[in-house]
Structures are given as structure tokens and as C-alpha cells.
């Protein structure tokens, strides 16, 4: 049985004490949720250490949103892998459209943020995703190949069985559009045949989200699916009794 995991990126949102707020939030009603559920949060890195201290003892688990692709040194403005490992944290998001669209990241970068990842201990979330335009003109599924191929292929088998991959489609992204349960599903089962392509049967333990506009209404479909095994929520995670009741749309 693959692991079921509900993550929320929280993006540019929440200041410190709004984030504690949140997540002292989604830690009351975690006890609605089966334990089978695994919880993920994703603050801003201004408040990480904040987080995890409030993380203690409640199972949920903390995740950066980027990580920089050097080890450390002269690179103004940027945190390291290191650092954001030190904090206690288990889990870093890369290779989000956002990043990807608005901040230039590239295979390359994304090479380079892996390794910082793995070489501190941190668990990737790796996201891909195509946007309206590639969909439209049916390349989505060669997108979606290369995406992987480029950066995950480039992993060792021990990195693999580490990594978390999140499907989200750009044009699905906060705008209230999802993918239907069928699109979903059909990409879904697509990524795990191209990892199984270089990793074998452990592709058959990855877990892979869905994300882009998931919520509550949406979720038990999505999550009945086979190959989607949880979400990455954005807008839909800054609601703590929407995030939960996300983690309850799993099918018994
Ligand atoms: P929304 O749920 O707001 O569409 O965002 C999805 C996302 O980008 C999560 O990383």
C-alpha cells in the first residue's frame, strides 16, 4: 500500500504568527483524519522553525518551499538545504510552475536543488506539470516526460525511493479549473510508467499528488483514483478545516 499524503504549500502567504495560527489549527483537528493519513505543511521560510516547533508531537510534517542550488557562500538572498534541514525540516518542494515560470528555474537548477536536497537529508517534492498551451496542442504527456526524465532519472535508486512527484497542471493552478478525476488519473498512471521505465517496481511505492485547485468538493474524486495518492493543496490549505477535511476525502 502506497503512503497517502496531504500537503499544503502555502506560497507566499501568512505571516509568522498567521502561520502559527494555521497550523495550531490543522493540529486540533488532525484527530478527525485516519492515521493513515500523512499531513505536510509548506510555510514561508520566515517562519520554518516556528512551525516545526509547533510541529512536535502532532505527526505532521514540515516542508520548505524551495531550497538554493549551491551548498553555501556568496548568493545573496538564498537559503541552503542545510539550513532549512538544521530547523528539523523533512520535506522541500521543487520545481513548482511558479518557480519554474517566474524565477527562470530550469532541468539544470533543478539537477543542482536535488542534490543540495538529498546531499542534507531533505525529501523532495518534486513537482511537474503542463501548461494550457502544451495541453491544448497535445504535448502534455511529452512535457510531463521530459520533466522527469531530465531530473529524476538522474537520481540514484536509494534518492528514489525518497522522492515525492506532485502532477500539477499550470492552467489548474488557483484558478479554480481542475483536472477532471479521469485527466488525473490518465497522467498519473503515465508518470509512474515512465518512472517504472528506468526504476523498476519501485515506481510502484511513489507517491504521486495531484495538485491545482483541489479542495474539499473535489478531493473524494480525485483521491479514488489509483494512482493519485493524495493532493498538494494550495489556496485550499490556508483554511485549516478545508485542508482537513481534504485529508478525509480518501476512500475508506
Ligand atoms: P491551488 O490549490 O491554489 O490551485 O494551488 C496548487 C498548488 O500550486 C500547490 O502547490
Given at each position: 500500500?502506497?503512503?497517502?499524503?496531504?500537503?499544503?504549500?502555502?506560497?507566499?502567504?501568512?505571516?509568522?504568527?498567521?502561520?502559527?495560527?494555521?497550523?495550531?489549527?490543522?493540529?486540533?483537528?488532525?484527530?478527525?483524519?485516519?492515521?493513515?493519513?500523512?499531513?505536510?505543511?509548506?510555510?514561508?521560510?520566515?517562519?520554518?522553525?516556528?512551525?516545526?516547533?509547533?510541529?512536535?508531537?502532532?505527526?505532521?510534517?514540515?516542508?520548505?518551499?524551495?531550497?538554493?542550488?549551491?551548498?553555501?557562500?556568496?548568493?545573496?538572498?538564498?537559503?541552503?538545504?542545510?539550513?532549512?534541514?538544521?530547523?528539523?525540516?523533512?520535506?522541500?518542494?521543487?520545481?513548482?510552475?511558479?518557480?519554474?515560470?517566474?524565477?527562470?528555474?530550469?532541468?539544470?537548477?533543478?539537477?543542482?536543488?536535488?542534490?543540495?536536497?538529498?546531499?542534507?537529508?531533505?525529501?523532495?517534492?518534486?513537482?511537474?506539470?503542463?501548461?494550457?498551451?502544451?495541453?491544448?496542442?497535445?504535448?502534455?504527456?511529452?512535457?510531463?516526460?521530459?520533466?522527469?526524465?531530465?531530473?529524476?532519472?538522474?537520481?540514484?535508486?536509494?534518492?528514489?525511493?525518497?522522492?515525492?512527484?506532485?502532477?500539477?497542471?499550470?492552467?489548474?493552478?488557483?484558478?479554480?479549473?481542475?483536472?477532471?478525476?479521469?485527466?488525473?488519473?490518465?497522467?498519473?498512471a503515465f508518470i509512474r510508467k515512465v518512472l517504472a521505465e528506468k526504476f523498476g517496481?519501485?515506481?510502484?511505492?511513489?507517491?504521486?499528488?495531484?495538485?491545482?485547485?483541489?479542495?474539499?468538493?473535489?478531493?473524494?474524486?480525485?483521491?479514488?483514483?489509483?494512482?493519485?495518492?493524495?493532493?498538494?493543496?494550495?489556496?485550499?490549505?490556508?483554511?485549516?478545516?478545508?485542508?482537513?477535511?481534504?485529508?478525509?476525502?480518501?476512500?475508506?
Open positions: 500500500m502506497r503512503k497517502k499524503i496531504v500537503a499544503g504549500n502555502w506560497k507566499m502567504n501568512t505571516t509568522p504568527a498567521e502561520g502559527v495560527e494555521l497550523f495550531k489549527g490543522v493540529a486540533a483537528l488532525k484527530g478527525e483524519v485516519c492515521p493513515c493519513v500523512n499531513f505536510i505543511v509548506a510555510p514561508p521560510f520566515t517562519h520554518l522553525s516556528q512551525i516545526v516547533e509547533a510541529a512536535k508531537g502532532t505527526s505532521i510534517a514540515v516542508a520548505a518551499q524551495n531550497c538554493a542550488a549551491e551548498a553555501k557562500g556568496a548568493y545573496t538572498g538564498e537559503v541552503s538545504a542545510k539550513m532549512i534541514a538544521s530547523l528539523g525540516v523533512e520535506y522541500v518542494i521543487l520545481g513548482h510552475s511558479e518557480r519554474r515560470e517566474y524565477y527562470g528555474e530550469t532541468s539544470a537548477t533543478l539537477n543542482k536543488k536535488m542534490e543540495q536536497a538529498y546531499a542534507n537529508g531533505l525529501a523532495p517534492i518534486y513537482c511537474v506539470g503542463e501548461k494550457l498551451e502544451d495541453r491544448e496542442a497535445g504535448k502534455h504527456f511529452d512535457i510531463v516526460r521530459a520533466q522527469i526524465e531530465e531530473v529524476v532519472f538522474n537520481l540514484t535508486a536509494e534518492q528514489f525511493a525518497k522522492l515525492v512527484v506532485a502532477y500539477e497542471p499550470v492552467w489548474a493552478i488557483g484558478t479554480g479549473k481542475t483536472a477532471t478525476s479521469d485527466q488525473a488519473q490518465e497522467m498519473h517496481a519501485a515506481a510502484a511505492e511513489t507517491v504521486i499528488l495531484y495538485g491545482g485547485s483541489a479542495k474539499p468538493g473535489n478531493a473524494p474524486e480525485l483521491f479514488a483514483k489509483e494512482d493519485v495518492d493524495g493532493g498538494l493543496i494550495g489556496g485550499a490549505a490556508l483554511v485549516a478545516a478545508d485542508f482537513i477535511a481534504i485529508g478525509k476525502s480518501f476512500p475508506k
